[in-house]
C-alpha cells in the first residue's frame, strides 16, 4: 500500500523557520508529482505548493511565495517543504500527497481532486 508520511511540524515563533519532510513508500516516487496542502480550523484545505517529477518544476500559492521552498529527493523517496518566516495565518495542518497524472495546468496542480495518495497531515502552529 502507497503511503506518505510528514514530520517536522511543531510550534515556532513568528518570523521563525520550519522544514516539513514527507517520506514516500511503496511507490515509484520519481513519477509522481507531489503536492502540499494545509487546512486550518473551521476553513476547507487549500494549495500551498507542487512540485513536478519530469523536471522539478515548482509551483506555490500567492500566499507563501518568496517564503516558502518546495524540493525533492528522489533517491530518499521524499519531498520537502522549506518554511521561513512564518506567520500566524500559517498556522495548519500541513498535508504530503501526490500524483500519478502528469499534467502540470495550474487549475489541476492546486486542486484537492488531482491528488491520489495523502499523508496524516503535520500540525504547524505559529504564535504572534
Known amino acids: 500500500q502507497v503511503q506518505l508520511v510528514e514530520s517536522g511540524g511543531g510550534l515556532v515563533q513568528a518570523g521563525g523557520s520550519l522544514r516539513l519532510t514527507c517520506t514516500a513508500s511503496?511507490?515509484?516516487?520519481?513519477?509522481?508529482?507531489m503536492g502540499w496542502f494545509r487546512q486550518a480550523p473551521g476553513k476547507e484545505r487549500e494549495f500551498v505548493a507542487a512540485i513536478r517529477w519530469t523536471d522539478s518544476t515548482t509551483d506555490y500559492a500567492d500566499s507563501v511565495k518568496g517564503r516558502f521552498t518546495i524540493s525533492r529527493d528522489n533517491a530518499k523517496n521524499t519531498v520537502s517543504l522549506q518554511m521561513n518566516v512564518l506567520k500566524p495565518e500559517d498556522t495548519a495542518v500541513y498535508y504530503c500527497s501526490a500524483s500519478v497524472r502528469d499534467d502540470w495546468r495550474r487549475g489541476v496542480v492546486v486542486v484537492q481532486e488531482s491528488y491520489d495518495v495523502w499523508g496524516q497531515g503535520t500540525q504547524v502552529t505559529v504564535s504572534s
Open positions: 511503496r511507490l515509484t516516487f520519481r513519477y509522481w508529482n
